[in-house]
């Protein structure tokens, strides 16, 4: 199935009512105020799946920075400089529950990925960050990502983690 989904940039007359990935926040977010932030406000940019017209899932990235401190793995921490490193953050994932199982949220993601490299070599990046919600961090973790260092420390079981996957692991990845 997530073969045949086409991921690109959301459009100004795409339809996102009916969508729903199970989390009403993350609904919210989609319907109401992906299109502003991406046509207006220029905070983010939402990429789509679309499967036969229709709205199948999104992604929604936005450029950031983190902490050297922050990066998981002493090797790669102690090259990098101690000013903030430029990431790009995926703010948002949701796959409408109709097509949960089927391979959408790993192709999003893989298009992400894909997204960071672009910018790592037109505008510079380490690596992707999400603010993982714990019951989805294993979905994260098959794919690489590490819990951003120290961030355990005080934090709740049930609140956001933070994960990080660095560059050179997703160019590994895209590797022919
Ligand atoms: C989490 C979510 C985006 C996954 O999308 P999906 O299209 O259902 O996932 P996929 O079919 O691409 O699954 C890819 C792999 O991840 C695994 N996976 C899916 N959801 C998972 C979860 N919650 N925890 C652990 N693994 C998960 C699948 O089993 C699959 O494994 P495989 O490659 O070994 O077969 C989707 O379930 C969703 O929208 N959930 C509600 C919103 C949400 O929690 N968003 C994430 C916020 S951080």
Redesign the pocket.
């Known amino acids: 199935m997530?073969g045949a989904a086409e991921i690109r940039p959301l459009a100004r007359d795409d339809d996102r009512g009916g969508f729903s990935?199970?989390?009403a926040e993350?609904d919210r977010f989609f319907e109401h105020y992906a299109g502003q932030n991406q046509f207006k406000l220029h905070l983010a940019v939402t990429y789509v799946a679309v499967i036969e017209a229709r709205i199948v899932?999104f992604a929604t990235v936005t450029p950031a920075s983190i902490e050297r401190a922050t990066v998981p793995g002493a090797r790669l921490r102690k090259r990098l400089p101690s000013y903030p490193l430029p990431v790009l953050r995926?703010a948002?994932?949701?796959?409408?529950?109709r097509?949960?199982?089927?391979?959408?949220?790993?192709?999003?993601?893989r298009h992400v990925l894909g997204l960071a490299l672009e910018q790592r070599d037109r505008l510079g990046c380490v690596g992707v960050v999400?603010?993982?919600?714990p019951?989805?961090?294993?979905?994260?973790?098959?794919l690489g990502f590490q819990a951003l260092a120290g961030v355990r420390e005080g934090a709740l079981v049930s609140e956001?983690l933070p994960m990080f996957l660095g560059i050179e692991t997703i160019a590994a990845g895209f590797a022919p």
Not at 92 to 97: A, C, F, Q
Not at 130 to 133: F, Q
Not at 135 to 142: D, G, I, L, T
């Open positions: 997530a990935c199970g989390h993350l899932g995926l948002r994932l949701g796959v409408d529950t097509a949960q199982g089927s391979g959408i949220g790993k192709a999003l993601l999400v603010d993982a919600k019951e989805v961090a294993a979905f994260y973790e098959a956001p």
